[in-house]
């Protein structure tokens, strides 16, 4: 669906799987700097596993060898890109497919064939129209919806509380506001809970519809959410899911509930008109057979929830790092708004909070990795890269080359008014017309989320916190990010 995915694999078994398994391996070396393998069978995937993750063991690869790498995955070949200048040699012809489709359609076991090109470009253009649509009919979503009064459950993973009767109608936003607003100043906030549970409503009533204003309906697909996106990746890597009887049938029951939900919403949505109009509308109105629709919708809010946890979580420790840039988002926000609402006019006019939002996502290298099959024999510098070489875009280590990005572990997010630093940040797929549709909701959501915490409350680091990094599908924290709060006024 997108020329440049944004999306990342910890494990390359997840990426390398996915691709083995619609196409033949290539075993020509090309002559590309790089390792041998380590074990015959297993190629360099030792190195990687000791690595801590494929990121890493890509940062290292570079350092040593350059920006044109390769490596071996069993006997198959590897080769890894790590600037912007081999990037923009690296040509697919097979522009319309989006590899981060292909390998999470595989590794769901979903058996339905992509089409060819106009097939593709069309469904591309469903997805995005779908995103679009979505955020424009239900902007006020993010200000308007049922919740519970006294309950606001941040944290989707502790047991179901009893469902208050007595419900009122507010922003999700400011919900979490209130929350935090009750809080003594001392008081520590599990940041990546309540971020997570902020996620899951807002993705889920967005692209699933009313269902989900109940809130034990978001506890349940959150629970199916987590048990099947914890295992794609991992299980798939030494075989363990396979060989766990209980693991397995877990996955296998909350993929079905997932896709339970999604059919019996697709089949209430088909030749009927809603006064909302959610992201499956857009799929249902196009050509698209039942189960494309299924896989669409099914990708869309399995990456849209984590997405949107781990930028609003993200955003949100920078700025408590980051006193002068909170201070300077305060002040805009404060001219835009002031005490008037949020409004999607307004929303355009916070240009630095979209420079914190991409300098977010290029600090905290949210997806670190890329990848595409290079379909026929092709040319980076003065490398040849033969047909089926499995091809990565090492997005962490080109987030953080001093040749494109000075001070390249500063976060600043006025790096973004250089008009040629967005046109790179878009030439890698956060930003503009390569933007992916789930990171553009993404933007959308935190933008809203910021705009209503910062207004009101000073948002603060705890003394002496080291928040260590995790490089997974998407880049998180190793353990829980506590913040404190106080009041603005």
Not at 1 to 23: E, H, N, P
Not at 75 to 93: A, E, M
Not at 209 to 228: A, C, L, M, P, Y
Not at 340 to 346: A, L
């Amino acid at each position: 669906m997108l020329d440049f995915a944004i999306f990342a694999v910890t494990f390359l078994l997840a990426l390398v799987g996915a691709v083995l398994y619609l196409y033949p391996a290539s075993r020509q070396a090309a002559g590309i700097p790089g390792i041998t393998p380590t074990e015959e069978k297993d190629g360099n995937l030792p190195d990687i596993v000791n690595s801590g993750s494929l990121h890493e063991f890509l940062v290292n690869l570079h350092e040593r060898y350059g920006p044109v790498v390769s490596f071996w995955f069993g006997r198959r070949l590897v080769v890894s890109l790590g600037t912007v200048d081999v990037l923009k040699q690296h040509i697919n012809p097979n522009k319309t497919s989006d590899p981060f489709e292909t390998m999470l359609k595989s590794l769901l076991r979903y058996q339905s064939d992509s089409g060819n090109v106009s097939d593709n470009l069309m469904r591309k253009k469903l997805y995005e129209n779908g995103v679009t649509n979505s955020l424009r009919s239900n902007f006020a979503l993010l200000l308007k919806t049922s919740s519970c009064e006294f309950c606001f459950l941040p944290a989707l993973t502790v047991a179901a509380p009893r469902l208050c009767v007595n419900v009122r109608f507010s922003s999700l936003s400011e919900e979490l506001l209130d929350k935090w607003l009750s809080y003594p100043e001392s008081q520590h906030v599990p940041l990546c809970q309540h971020m997570l549970g902020f996620a899951m409503k807002s993705v889920t009533q967005m692209t699933m519809g009313s269902t989900f204003e109940d809130e034990q309906e978001v506890i349940r697909f959150q629970k199916n959410h987590g048990t099947v996106w914890s295992e794609i990746g991992k299980g798939f890597l030494d075989g363990s899911l396979d060989k766990s009887t209980t693991r397995k049938k877990q996955y296998e029951d909350a993929l079905m509930q997932l896709e339970s939900i999604l059919k019996k919403i697709i089949k209430e949505r088909k030749g009927r008109n809603f006064s909302e109009h959610i992201f499956i509308d857009s799929l249902v109105q196009g050509d698209l057979n039942d189960q494309q629709i299924l896989e669409d919708s099914m990708i869309f809010s399995l990456a849209s929830c984590i997405i949107t946890a781990k930028l609003c979580t993200w955003a949100v420790c920078f700025l408590t790092t980051y006193e002068e840039v909170q201070k300077k988002l305060y002040e805009e926000i404060d001219q835009v708004f002031g005490k008037g609402p949020v409004t999607p006019e307004n929303i355009e006019e916070l240009r630095y909070c979209r420079q914190v939002l991409c300098e977010t996502v290029r600090t905290a290298r949210l997806t670190p990795v890329s990848a595409r099959l290079q379909d026929i024999e092709g040319k980076i510098d003065k490398f040849i890269i033969p047909g089926e070489t499995l091809v990565l875009y090492a997005l962490g280590v080109v987030l953080q080359d001093p040749s494109t990005w000075p001070s390249p572990y500063k976060f600043d997010p006025e790096r973004f008014d250089d008009e040629s630093v967005m046109k790179t940040f878009s030439l890698l797929g956060f930003s503009g017309t390569q933007e992916c549709p789930e990171l553009r909701f993404a933007y959308m959501v935190t933008t809203v989320l910021l705009s209503v915490l910062v207004r009101r409350l000073h948002l603060l680091s705890v003394e002496g916190q080291v928040i260590e990094t995790k490089y997974e599908l998407v880049t998180s924290s190793k353990e829980e990010a506590w913040i404190t709060v106080s009041k603005r006024y």
